[in-house]
C-alpha cells in the first residue's frame, strides 16, 4: 500500500528528530529561553515520540495511523502538549504584561490597583413638555449632560439629543457617572418613604451646558426613566487593566502615582502632571549660553513660598468642574493622599478644542431607500451608519493626548474601516470654535474648515474633543 501524504510528512518529521533530543525531556528552542517560556508542540511531541519507539524496538515496527501502539503515543503526546501548555500560562501569568483574567487581578491587587468596574448604562425617555426659548426650534442636549434621580445617583446622556415642537420626544442612551453595581439604578427601586429613589427624573442643576440652553428658567423637558441601567458589575477588560498597570508607579510621591490616582478620579478622561523645576528648563533664554560649572541654571527658589506643581485635566463630557462635588474637589480631594509634603497641586482644566469631519461617503452593501440624496440620508438606515461612523472618530479623536494634532489621515483611516463603506471623498477636519487668526466678526459659531487632507494643529495644553455633526457625513 502506498504511503498517504500525511504519513509522508509524519517520517519526514521523525527524520528531522535529532537522535541526542529523542533521548531527552526537551531541548532547542523550548522551555525557558532568553525569549521568555515557548512551549513544545504537539507535532514536535509526536515526532520525538515516534522516533525514540523506532529507536527502542527497531524501524520495523508498526507506526502507522491505525496501530494501537501509535494510538498510544499520540494520547501520551497530547497530555504532555497540555502540560506544556500549562506551564507556559503558568510563567505568562507572572508578569503584567502577559497575564490574563484572575492572575492579572492578582497582579493588580499587589501593586494597589484592584480591577476597576465598568459604568453601568440604559435608555431614558426625553419628551419635550413646555415652550423652548424665545427664537429656538429646537433644543439640543450635547452627550454629557448630567442627570440626577431624588436618591442622589448621577448619570450622563451617551449621545446627542436634539428635541423639537415636530418630534417632541426621544430615547436616549445613558451611562452611570460613577463605576459600579451600586449604579446599575432600578426605577422600580423605592426608599423608605415608598419613593423611586433611583429613577432619573431631573437635569443637574449647575450642568452649564443645560444652564447655557435654558437660562435659569425650569428646563422643559421631562426625564422618564422606565428600563434598569446594567453593567456596573462588570469589571474592565484585560488590555484596558493592562495599561493601567504598566503606567502604575512603583514608588510614592512620584509624577507618576499622581497621574494614577488622578485617572482613576470618575469625571477625568486624561491627566497629565508637569513639574516645571523638575528638570532642566529648556525654554529659558539662558539655555545652552553658560558653564553649568560657575552658574546654577534657573534662579533660586523663594524659599517663603510654597512650590506647587500643575496637573492639567481634560474632563469626561459628563463633569463638572465647578462646586464642592465638583470635578476640581474630586481632584483635589484624590492628590491629597500621594502628594509629597509640603507640596501643593495646581489643578488646571484643559482648554477643550472641538474637532468635526466633514465628507462625503461612497456606501456599498448597506440596505439604504432609492431616492433623491436628501431621501437617502434621512433614512433610519443611514443614521445607523452615521452613528457607527461617529462612534468610530469620536474613539480616534479622543483617545489623543495634550497637544497632539488631530490627523486627517487617522479620520480618513476610521471612516475606511467601517464595513460597507468603499470609497471617503473631501475629508475636512472643522475646528470649534476657530482658532483666533481664522476668527472673523460676524462669523457666529460656524467652524473653521480646513483644507483637504490638512491636520487641526493644537496647543500643549489643548485637548480634542469630537463633534458629532450627522449632517457632516453625506452619502453620495
Known sequence: ???????????????AIDDAVTRSTGGGAYGLTEAGFTAKPYARLIAEKLALARALFGDDLDLTSGSAIRKLLEVSALEDARTWAALASVYDDSFVSTASGQALSRLGEEL??????????????????????AGAASATLPRGVRLLSPGG?????????????????????VVAFHPGPGHNLDPSSADAAGDAAQALDRFHPLDPAVAALFGTDEVPVTVEHTEPLVGGEAFWPDERYRALLLRAPRSLWTVEAVEIAVSLVPGVRRVQVRDAFGGLDIRQSIFGNFNFIERLFATERDLASPYYFSVLIAPTPAAIWAGPDGLRASVESAVEDVRPVS???RIERAREVGVGVSAKLVVR?????AGSRATVNASE???????????????SVETLGFGEPVRASEAVWALMSEPGVTDVLDVRLLRYPPSFDAARLGAGAAPEAFPCGENVPLQADEVPVYVDDPSALVIV
Not at 494597589?112 to 426659548?133: C, F, I, K, N, W
Not at 443614521?383 to 474613539?395: C, E, S, T, V, Y
Request: charge should be negative; proline fraction near 12%; glycine fraction near 4%.
Open 1 to 15: 500500500m502506498p504511503e498517504s501524504p500525511t504519513t509522508r510528512v509524519e517520517t519526514a518529521d521523525v527524520l
Open 112 to 133: 494597589g490597583l484592584p480591577r476597576p468596574q465598568e459604568q453601568a448604562s440604559g435608555t431614558v425617555r426625553l419628551v419635550l413638555s413646555g415652550d423652548l426659548p
Open 153 to 173: 445617583h448621577h448619570a450622563a446622556l451617551d449621545e446627542t439629543v436634539t428635541l423639537s415642537p415636530t418630534s417632541p420626544d426621544r430615547d436616549a442612551a
Open 343 to 345: 507640596i501643593f497641586p
Open 365 to 369: 452593501g448597506v440596505p439604504l431607500p
Open 381 to 395: 438606515a443611514a443614521r445607523a451608519l452615521k452613528d457607527r461612523l461617529m462612534d468610530r472618530l469620536r474613539r
